[in-house]
């Protein structure tokens, strides 16, 4: 038997964490002085209302060696032969996944197996979605790993940033250059490359933008077809039905899973954020 673990911030919905039986991990956050676990006493709901509210960025921060440890513990407890795989953020985004291997180290169990997706969102869903069902179909976990590592080096990860707010806020971008792109309507296009995120293009106005990424999207796509989709979004219900609807009609996904972005993405993406991982 395999068991999966992973951090909170993979965003994947309740019913499909509860289908594969996934162990998470939630990372802290601190939004003014009040800290809270995500996913466990804020829901991405609550979390987007109260960052638009504070005037410095929310900070989060990885769970503890000993919290990953705990979990590790009580999944062997269940079943001495048990493996575990605990798939982490993207180690060049956060250091859970050292966390993660530190905790592996302080449990003593060496049927243990911490795999960094290199991504964020649910680009790291999908991974987890991947080795879950090779697990259900009996595939051993060298195999699954194998695919996990083929997997993670075509994923693609699109992040369309419709505020430079929180960019702002977080000193990455002067005040005067933040309010200039929003006099401007300047959306900013990043991609996840190999675990960290580069900047893509910058486009005026927002229906632009947004065809600007569905055209990005068949460039990568190529000849492939029949990809699982994920979009996260942050208070974007409508750019989300409008790109999820144009996937289907122009590229014909294995299907497209969409979520709310929870607070570790969230807090980097902005209000109106969106996160496409395929």
Do not use: W
């Not at 879950?132 to 976990?141: H, I, N, R, V």
């Not at 006099?183 to 893509?200: A, D, P, Q, S």
Request: aromatic share 6%; net charge neutral; glycine share 8%.
């Amino acid at each position: 038997m395999i068991s999966i673990v992973s951090d909170s911030s993979c965003d994947l919905p309740r019913e499909i964490i509860d289908h594969y039986r996934i162990r998470i991990v939630p990372l802290k956050i601190l939004i003014e002085e009040e800290e809270y676990l995500e996913g466990v006493d804020i829901t991405p709901e609550e979390f987007a209302h109260k960052m638009l509210k504070t005037k410095t960025l929310p900070k989060t921060s990885q769970p503890s060696p000993a919290v990953f440890s705990q979990a590790f513990k009580e999944l062997s407890a269940e079943n001495e032969d048990n493996q575990i795989l605990c798939l982490t953020i993207s180690s060049k985004l956060s250091g859970t996944y050292q966390s993660a291997v530190l905790g592996k180290e302080m449990s003593g169990l060496s049927r243990v197996t911490v795999f960094d997706t290199l991504a964020g969102s649910l680009g790291h869903g999908l991974q987890i979605m991947k080795a879950a069902e090779m697990s259900l179909q009996g595939f051993s976990l060298e195999k699954i790993i194998e695919e996990l590592k083929s997997y993670r080096k075509r994923m693609n990860i699109l992040i369309l940033l419709d505020t430079l707010e929180n960019i702002v806020k977080g000193g990455r971008l002067s005040k005067f250059k933040g309010s200039l792109a929003e006099i401007l309507n300047i959306k900013v296009l990043l991609e996840g490359v190999e675990g960290e995120v580069r900047l893509l293009s910058k486009v005026r106005g927002r229906k632009k933008f947004l065809r600007h990424a569905l055209e990005l999207i068949g460039t990568k796509l190529g000849a492939g077809q029949n990809l699982m989709f994920g979009i996260t979004h942050l208070n974007n219900q409508k750019d989300t039905e409008y790109l999820s609807q144009e996937i289907k009609e122009r590229y014909q996904p294995k299907g497209i899973i969409i979520n709310h972005m929870g607070a570790t993405m969230g807090t980097y993406a902005g209000n109106g954020g969106l996160i496409i991982s395929f």
